[in-house]
């Protein structure tokens, strides 16, 4: 072998080994570099909510479709059920790490030993409502009838439950029709149903299915609330973990609340017509016009924070005690993980 040739193979040598060198020295990762992960290079923690689909809870739904969840490190899938202590039954039975449903199940559910936290509220107070048809005025003259409430041990049911109490009826004075809550206005219109309880943003489309429908209870009105609940304030649409997934995986909980409350932020700062315009796809069968329609009847109900308070979780206790849902108080430190939103907040410009 020639001399020349010889001293060429060095060169080669030492220049591999100057390559060798620099791929193993780690790269200064900058904020820019972070931001312009792609989403193939970057990898997600699968995380599945269970729910039934509303625009109460429009946080997770807004947070998943601004890439806000993804952003965090999650890849988020949504498991549809029938109602929420079925989607809520799911989350216990290890089906999925989330839910989203209302207060009032959880409570009770932890009066009986299965016990969860509240993450976070996406509205500051109730939008319930309750409708009859037109030749009945009054909730006594339900007695003998059939009515629409949702599925026993929803906060539906415990809403209707309760109106009936106020007019001196029980469960047992009327007849219960099991309806998918989309099909409560239609069983309304067509006479299966003589009352009905329905998510006040679905007004337009109750009153012009049923002409001189009579709506005999609104949550939205202040002294409606108030004589309901005894306070404007009730924080009840929630998020919600299991207590041993979040003592388990509490930076998978920041995470989600992390991209929740930038949501609700989001939310709070754009109109009806742009909300209705991303969350549409999440709303088969609902129109833009429609969905910006509903928006415009519950817009100012969200909560800017996601905040539950000891006051609006409060309201939510009282009620379900004086019904009976819960045989013993639990209090607020004991159900509320705070402390999620509390970081999210801090964190969040």
Known sequence: ?????????IILSIALMGLT?????????????????????????KVVVSEFRGLNWMSAYVADLLGYFEEEGLDVEFAIYKDGPIAFQGMHAGDSDFCLLSAEPV??????????????????????????RPDIKEM?????????????????YSFVLSLLKEAGLSENDVSFINLEYGAAIVALAQGQA?????????????????PGVNILVD???????KKLYG??????????CTKKFADENPEIVQKFTNASVRAL????????????????????????????????????????????????????????????????RIGYDSIVASQFVKKALETIK
């Open 219 to 225: 949550a939205t009105i202040p002294e409606t609330h």
């Open 21 to 45: 060198g620099c791929s193993n020295t780690t790269p200064s990762v900058t904020d820019n570099d972070i931001s312009s992960t792609t989403p193939e290079s970057k990898e997600l923690h």
């Open 265 to 328: 932020k989001w939310i709070n700062e754009h109109n009806e017509e742009e909300i209705a315009q991303l969350v549409l796809p999440m709303f088969e069968g609902m129109t833009k016009e429609e969905l910006v329609q509903n928006l415009e009847t519950i817009k100012t109900s969200f909560s800017s924070t996601g905040e539950i308070h000891p006051e609006g979780y409060q309201t939510v206790e009282n009620f379900c005690y004086e019904q009976g849902l819960i045989k013993k």
């Open 194 to 210: 003589d009352g009905i309880f329905f998510d006040i943003y679905n007004k337009k489309t109750l009153v012009d299915a049923v």
């Open 107 to 132: 409570l009770r559910a932890y009066d009986e030993g299965m016990e969860s936290y509240l993450i976070l509220t996406n509205t500051k107070n109730r939008t319930y409502a309750f409708a009859t």
């Open 1 to 9: 072998m020639s001399k020349k040739l010889v001293s060429i193979l």
């Open 140 to 156: 006594k003259d339900l007695k003998g009838k059939t009515v629409f409430a949702g599925m026993p041990g929803s906060a539906p």
């Open 231 to 240: 306070t404007e304030l009730c924080e009840t649409t929630i998020v919600t």
